[in-house]
């Protein structure tokens, strides 16, 4: 953990500084990247606070001049970022914000109707673990399932790992924790080959389920070797960890 913060912290500061050279040109749409940087960074320290803020800044930095395809990057990350700090009702507004601009952009180039494809399959991610959040199962399972229309071998890999984590999350909340952990396996294994940090988080998860379950004496093993993963990282550590 130590580590990360010092690595995050670095990532800060390279950030910053980006963001006060576009400042110094009068770049916004540097600044606005520079701005979703300082947000990710924020959030891999745990800074959540600074991290909302960063993204906020992003917003106001937007005008009406931006690329339809520029706001649509914004709040397929302002999703995210609202999803990982669980942030249910601005998550909700920036999917239902996001669904607006697609189709918006659809309607003006239909012939690329199939090209957004991978940005449904995430709306449809990102809809059903709010759904499953705020405790509503059958809405849930409906937008999973239309987000499995959209998975192929070919889907762009984030895509597909959330929404294993969507149905990981799915299944814990129906207390299927057989499921939620072979969701979690498979999400795992998808993860090795992008985030190794990311794979430590879904080791984590399995942890939490397995507390669930009553096996706190195995998850504790999986936190201990969680921790351990964040000090001197090795996938071979994480597969099929359990």
């Known amino acids: 953990e130590i580590l990360r913060c010092l690595v995050g912290s670095e990532m800060c500061i390279r950030d910053s500084i980006m963001y006060d050279k576009a400042k110094k040109l009068n770049d916004s ?14 959030i891999a320290t745990l800074r959540y606070e600074d991290g909302a803020k960063a993204l906020e800044e992003a917003f106001h930095l937007m005008s009406p001049q931006d690329r339809p395809m520029d706001k649509i990057n914004l709040l397929s990350k302002a999703v995210l970022a609202y999803s990982f700090l669980h942030n249910n009702e601005k998550m909700y507004a920036s999917l239902e914000q996001m669904k607006v601009a697609i189709q918006d952009l659809i309607t003006a180039t239909p012939a690329l109707k199939n090209a957004y494809s991978a940005l449904y399959m995430g709306m449809e991610t990102q809809y059903a673990l709010y759904y499953v959040r705020t405790g509503n199962p059958k809405k849930a399972w409906e937008h999973l399932q239309k987000a499995d229309e959209y998975d192929t071998p070919n889907t762009f890999l984030p895509y597909r790992v959330s929404r294993l984590q969507a149905y990981a999350e799915y299944y814990r909340a129906r207390k299927e924790y057989e499921k939620a952990l072979e969701s979690l396996d498979n999400a795992i294994t998808l993860t090795l080959q992008m985030s190794f940090p990311d794979a430590i988080l879904y080791m984590a998860m399995k942890a939490d389920i397995l507390v669930d379950m009553g096996h706190p004496e195995v998850a504790i093993n999986i936190y201990r070797k969680v921790c351990l993963l964040y000090t001197s990282p090795s996938p071979r550590d994480i597969s099929g960890s359990r």
């Open 29 to 42: 749409n540097g600044m606005r990247e520079a701005c979703l940087c300082l947000m990710t960074s924020y």
